[in-house]
């Protein structure tokens, strides 16, 4: 590495001492006023290259660990599940009580989910499900349809109690229309 580099800076050193020579036929152009075969006897410049190929893992535990993140104090807790030592107490844990398995509420989930099936016909799922909203009660169909229903249902109450909410789901019925009506395929566009 270091004779290729000897060998580029001495010709370089011969083209820059030819040019200075050749002044006035510089203006020609460098080409041709560079002889053939010149010799220069000047010192030219070489850098003193050293090149280290091997790092060994000795040397590197010899300088010592290497410091990261210095000057950065962690404040979170990162020991495992024990206390912070810097409080002295151990951290606040609630005390464990079991479910009560048998509570009304846990005891009667799911009673009426075969309602329809195990019952004398006069109840039908939809009658019993208590936590679904009542527009929403044995309804069935895509968001457009379920929309105009609220709006039929709730829509006077709506617009005086929450105007905004009833703005965004006019807003909505009025995309899902245009989008329902001219970008989807109905059953009947080859029929036209």
């Known amino acids: 590495m270091a004779t290729i580099a000897g060998t580029l800076l001495r010709s370089l050193g011969k083209v820059s001492m030819t040019v200075s020579r050749a002044a006035p036929a510089a203006l020609q152009g460098v080409s041709k006023c560079l002889p053939s075969n010149t010799t220069c006897n000047t010192p030219v410049w070489t850098p003193l290259l050293t090149i280290v190929r091997h790092r060994y893992y000795a040397d590197k535990v010899a300088r010592g660990s290497c410091l990261r993140h210095?000057?950065?104090?962690?404040?979170?807790?990162?020991?495992?599940?024990?206390?912070?030592?810097?409080?002295?107490?151990?951290?606040p844990v609630p005390l464990y009580r079991p479910k009560?398995?048998?509570?009304?509420?846990?005891?009667?989930?799911?009673?009426?989910?075969?309602i329809?099936?195990?019952?004398?016909?006069?109840?039908?799922?939809?009658?019993?499900?208590?936590?679904?909203?009542?527009?929403?009660?044995?309804?069935?169909?895509?968001?457009?349809?379920?929309?105009?229903?609220k709006k039929k249902i709730h829509g006077k109450h709506m617009a005086h109690l929450r105007p905004t909410k009833y703005l965004e789901m006019n807003k909505r019925i009025k995309w899902l229309y245009r989008y329902l009506n001219q970008k989807t395929r109905d059953y009947y566009w080859h029929r036209a």
């Open 116 to 149: 329809d099936i195990l019952g004398n016909g006069t109840l039908k799922p939809t009658d019993v499900t208590y936590s679904v909203p009542s527009w929403l009660r044995g309804f069935k169909g895509n968001e457009y349809q379920m929309l105009l229903r």
């Open 70 to 91: 210095y000057g950065y104090k962690d404040t979170l807790h990162t020991r495992g599940l024990l206390p912070h030592m810097v409080h002295r107490t151990r951290l």
């Open 100 to 114: 009560n398995s048998w509570n009304e509420k846990r005891a009667l989930f799911g009673q009426n989910d075969y």
